[in-house]
């Protein structure tokens, strides 16, 4: 009897899990069952991202505004020892850490000790690069510990909760995700709203919220968002429409349109960015009709200055501290010479740093710092390799590094020519597709011929390289060839999608200043024509 009802137990909780997956608050009743058959205090589950970092999404029954608030959570969070601590199988807290540890910690001493809450039963339900989910039970002290029932529970409803969230990520456009990025956004001073496929607001976080409310900008109307009285808002209006049709139609290339709403000619009040979102074509048809098509970034012109979380800045954008320091600053309004006092740096490197953010043509997300070594001694015993020869060696990690570079401009090269043929394939004129023209079609053909040859060069340096053989010639060639190749098929992927493909919303002139940049770094072309017409006549001709 006891074990049909168990069963009775489980299978409710199962169908709680599922059905969680199209609750307006997703699995809050989960939550609340969960608790009662468990006898806990309190259940619920945390979602954080490496997408947004410090911000974390909370499911609970708990209905308490202050105990879910995010000033709330947040504290709680920056104290919570377990969020890093991996838990694959349902653990106790005594299992994790010493008794005596736990209870001398922040989490314990300021959040659970107050609520009288000493128990604590946990375990992970999601755990990789992106998204992590711990789902957790907590007791009294009054109460007794968590036993092997609870844990066995836990452990057998886990699964179906890692299905149920990826199905609703999946047939929500990752919501999770979308709440996060949210308050990610918020916390550097920019709003962010999602519209649904018909073009209405179906999310929005406090910074959009307020721009919304004072409505002296923007503004719902009939649940959908308009420039106020006195903006012009024609250009809005066409980027909602045109991001709406992107997304309908899948339009992967249309990567969105920055714009500026302003009062009068040269008076702005704020700037906008409007993306279109894609979902995967197997799982649109499931999609419901308040999963995001659009989003829309708002950013205040007339602010004096935006109160930037350096912390945050560095995780979201890969900065160095010094460079996400600086670009906290420049927000605010800060000139470079009083950034440079209050850093307590020159002039000159503040522009270093400032480079490193915005000027450094071709290369993303990659820190730029200046070393400056005064009086430095270095010991005898830190010397790598043998001593003369570092010259070689650092030719030698150049030569491993051209092959790498030559496998970038293949993948710019094929991402590039993707592109074309999708678009040489949709796009029709005078009453045909486009790729029906024999011009097209010979494009497409060059543009194939120079990525296998690419590839082939780039897979024969590698292999001799990796055989331990002598490479540097094929390296070399395989660069050259590669960088005048992918920029040809670049050159021919905005030819056949004519005027769009002078869009500076489309990758093409990244593409083009990112392998325009592989022309010089690790050798120029130059001196890559030299090595190889040294292998060919040998040092004493070709010197």
């Known amino acids: 009897m006891g074990t049909a009802v168990n ?82 199988r349902a653990t106790l807290i005594e299992e994790l850490m010493p008794v005596e540890t736990f209870l001398s910690t922040a989490l314990y001493q300021r959040f659970l000790k107050p609520l009288n809450i000493r128990h604590l039963l946990g375990q992970d339900v999601l755990r990789d690069d992106v998204l992590k989910v711990k789902i957790s039970l907590e007791r009294t002290a009054d109460q007794p510990p968590f036993t092997k029932r609870e844990k066995q529970l836990i452990e057998m409803v886990t699964p179906h909760l890692q299905r149920a969230i990826r199905l609703r990520e999946r047939r929500s456009d990752s919501s999770h995700m979308r ?39 923007v503004l719902a109307r009939n649940g959908c968002l308009r420039a106020a009285e006195g903006v012009d808002g024609r250009r809005l209006a066409k980027a909602i429409d045109l991001a709406l049709a992107a997304h309908r139609n899948g339009c992967r290339v249309q990567r969105g349109v920055g714009l500026r709403l302003e009062s009068a000619p040269g008076i702005a009040l704020v700037d906008l960015a409007v993306k279109p979102l894609f979902a995967e074509k197997q799982v649109a048809p499931l999609m419901a009709d308040d999963a995001p098509a659009v989003v829309i970034y708002i950013n205040d012109c007339r602010a004096p200055g935006i109160e930037l979380e350096p912390e945050v800045l560095a995780q979201m954008y890969s900065l160095t501290p010094c460079e996400a320091q600086l670009a906290a600053l420049l927000a605010r309004g800060t000139s470079i010479d009083e950034a440079s006092e209050l850093l307590g740096v020159s002039v000159n490197t503040v522009k270093t740093h400032l480079r490193g953010i915005y000027e450094k043509m071709g290369i993303n997300a990659s820190g730029t710092s200046e070393l400056i070594f005064e009086n430095m001694e270095v010991p005898k015993e830190n010397l790598l390799g043998k001593e003369g020869e570092g010259f070689y060696q650092g030719m030698n990690l150049f030569n491993r590094m051209r092959i790498q570079m030559a496998a970038e401009t293949l993948g710019k090269a094929e991402r590039c020519f993707d592109v074309a043929v999708k678009y040489a394939k949709e796009r029709r004129s005078f009453g045909k597709r486009i790729g029906e023209f024999q011009a097209i079609q010979w494009m497409l ?26 490479f540097r010639a094929e390296a070399a060639m395989a660069k050259v060839h590669g960088v005048e190749a992918a920029l040809r098929v670049i050159d021919r992927t905005m030819q056949v999608l004519g005027g769009i493909g002078l869009s500076v919303d489309l990758p093409f002139f990244r593409f083009l200043g990112e392998v325009r940049r592989t022309k010089s770094a690790e050798g120029t072309l130059e001196i890559m024509r030299l090595l190889i017409a040294r292998s060919i006549l040998g040092r004493d001709i070709a010197q």
């Open 7 to 88: 069963v009775r137990g489980f299978n409710d909780l199962v169908g709680l899990v599922y059905e969680g997956v199209d609750e307006s608050r997703p699995w809050t009743t989960l939550m609340r069952r969960l608790s009662e058959a468990t006898d806990a205090h309190d259940a619920s589950m945390v979602i954080s991202s490496a997408v947004a970092p410090g911000v974390y999404y909370l499911v609970t029954d708990n209905e308490d505004p202050v105990a879910t608030g995010p000033e709330h959570i947040d504290g709680v969070m920056s104290v919570n020892v377990l969020l890093d601590l991996a838990q694959p």
């Open 179 to 217: 709440c996060l990025f949210e308050e990610a956004m918020g916390r550097v001073g920019v709003g962010c709203l999602m519209l649904n496929a018909h073009g209405r607001i179906v999310s929005m976080n406090a910074r959009a919220r307020h721009f919304i409310d004072k409505g002296d900008v």
């Open 445 to 470: 053909a060059d543009s194939k011929i120079d990525i296998e040859t690419i590839r082939w060069l780039t897979y024969f340096a590698a292999w001799k390289a990796d055989q331990g053989e002598e």
